[in-house]
C-alpha cells in the first residue's frame, strides 16, 4: 500500500520540529518494515541515492537495514540537519569504500563522503559536473564532463581526477574523451567509457585507457557512439554499454578483451544499466526512439563464460508490468536477491522492489524521487 500523502505530511513536520537549539531544524525519516530481520549475514544493508529531478535539488538517500527488516527514507536529512539544501541537485552514483560513503551530486558539482556506520557527513569534494567513481589501491577515481551542463558542439573533453581516500584531496588528474561516464579499474588500468553526449550528433565513441602509474591516457580503443555503462568481469572482459543515437543507431553492448585492448564481441543487446555478480550480468533497458517517442523496455542476464544471453527475464513472477521505468539494478553478493528501482514518471515518488534469486517479488516499498543507485554496506569482499 502507497503511503504517499502521510509521507509528505511526514516531511512537512520534519521542517518545523526544532531540537533544543532554537537555530536547528531536525529533519524526521520516515521507516517501514518490508521484511523480516537477518541475522548472521555479512551484508547488513545498503544505501540508496535518489537521483531527485534535474534543476529540484531533490537527491537524497535511503537506507535498508537487513537486521532490522526497515527501509528507511532520506537517512542523511536525519542524521545531518544542519546541512543547507541537503545533497542538492541529481544523485548520479554511491559507492563505498573503507568506512565511508561517496555520493556522487552531479549538477551541484561535488561528491559528498559520510561515514558508512552512521550516515553522519564528512567531508564535500569538488569537482565540475561529476560523474562516476571507481577504487583502486586507496584512491578514489571520478569522472567529469568538465563543463557546464549544456548540449554544445564546441563541448570541452572531460576528465578524471585521483582523490587520495585517506586525505580526501584531489592528488592527480588527466584528460579523456567527450563527457566521460562509468569507469572501472583492472590490472593497473582505468577504462574510461566517453559519451559525447553534448557534441549530438558528433558522439564520441571511444574507452579511454590510462595508466595508474603515470595517470596519462596511453590509448582510446574505438568502440561505439554515445557510451555509457561499463563493468569489468574475473576474465579482465570489458562489458561497455552504448545508449545509440535514439533514432537509427539503437542501444548496444559491447566486450572488450583488455588483453588486446579491441572489441571481440557486439551483442547486439540494448543496455541502460546492468550489474554484475559473480558471472552474471544482470541488465535492463529503456530504450527511447524518437521517432515513436516511446520506450520499450527489456531485461536479461548475459553469462560472462560465453558471453552469450541465457534469459530474456529478470522478473520471473509477472510483477514486472508494474514497473513503469526502471531505473537502477543491483544483487546482493550474498543472498542472490535482486533490487530493481521504479523511477514511475521522474516527478512522483518512486519505488524499490527486492525480488528472489529466481526473479520473484518479496516486497516492494516507496523509495525518493528517481531512485536508482544502490550501495551494499557490510562485507561485500
Not at 520534519?14 to 549475514?41: A, H
Amino acid at each position: 500500500m502507497r503511503h504517499k500523502y502521510a509521507y509528505i505530511a511526514l516531511l512537512i513536520l520534519g521542517v518545523w520540529l526544532t531540537s533544543c537549539r532554537e537555530d536547528e531544524l531536525i529533519f524526521l525519516s520516515d521507516s517501514t518494515k518490508v521484511s523480516q530481520p537477518m541475522v548472521g549475514s555479512k551484508i547488513t544493508g545498503f544505501y540508496q541515492l535518489n537521483e531527485g529531478n534535474m534543476g529540484m535539488n531533490r537527491a537524497t538517500i535511503d537506507y535498508f537495514d537487513y537486521t532490522t527488516g526497515y527501509y528507511t527514507r532520506d537517512i542523511f536529512s536525519e542524521r545531518n540537519p544542519t546541512i543547507v539544501k541537503e545533497l542538492g541537485d541529481v544523485g548520479n552514483d554511491i559507492k563505498i569504500y573503507g568506512n565511508k560513503v561517496y555520493a556522487v551530486i552531479n549538477c551541484s558539482n561535488y561528491i559528498e563522503v559520510f561515514d558508512v556506520h552512521t550516515a553522519i557527513h564528512v567531508k564535500e569534494i569538488r569537482v565540475p559536473n561529476c560523474r562516476y567513481m571507481a577504487f583502486n589501491g586507496g584512491k578514489a577515481y571520478i569522472s567529469s564532463y568538465s563543463g557546464p551542463v549544456e548540449i554544445n558542439p564546441n563541448a570541452e573533453k572531460g576528465f578524471v581526477a585521483e582523490i587520495d581516500t585517506v586525505t580526501l584531496e584531489l592528488t592527480r588528474k588527466v584528460e579523456v574523451g567527450y563527457q566521460p561516464d562509468e569507469i572501472a579499474v583492472y590490472d593497473g588500468k582505468l577504462y574510461v567509457a566517453n559519451s559525447g553526449g553534448y557534441r549530438v550528433p558528433n558522439y564520441d565513441r571511444t574507452v579511454s585507457v590510462i595508466d595508474l602509474e603515470t595517470f596519462k591516457e596511453i590509448k582510446k580503443i574505438d568502440v561505439g557512439i554515445n557510451l555509457h555503462r561499463i563493468k569489468i568481469d574475473k576474465r579482465g572482459y570489458l562489458y561497455v554499454s552504448s545508449r545509440g543515437d535514439y533514432y537509427d543507431t539503437p542501444p548496444n553492448l559491447y566486450v572488450i578483451d583488455t588483453r588486446t585492448e579491441k572489441v571481440v564481441k557486439e551483442t547486439g543487446i540494448p543496455v541502460s544499466d546492468m550489474w554484475l555478480d559473480d558471472d552474471l550480468l544482470y541488465y535492463y533497458s529503456v530504450a527511447y526512439n524518437k521517432y515513436t517517442g516511446g520506450n520499450e523496455i527489456t531485461y536479461g542476464i548475459l553469462d560472462t563464460r560465453t558471453m552469450e544471453q541465457i534469459s530474456d527475464k529478470v522478473i520471473t513472477d509477472g510483477t514486472d508490468r508494474d514497473i513503469l521505468i526502471p531505473y537502477g539494478i543491483a544483487v546482493n553478493p550474498e543472498t542472490k536477491e535482486i533490487f530493481i528501482s521504479d523511477a514511475q514518471n521522474y516527478v512522483v515518488t518512486g519505488y524499490v522492489y527486492c525480488y528472489s534469486p529466481e526473479g520473484r517479488l518479496k516486497w516492494r516499498t516507496e523509495g525518493g524521487n528517481i531512485p536508482g543507485h544502490f550501495a551494499f554496506t557490510g562485507n561485500c569482499n
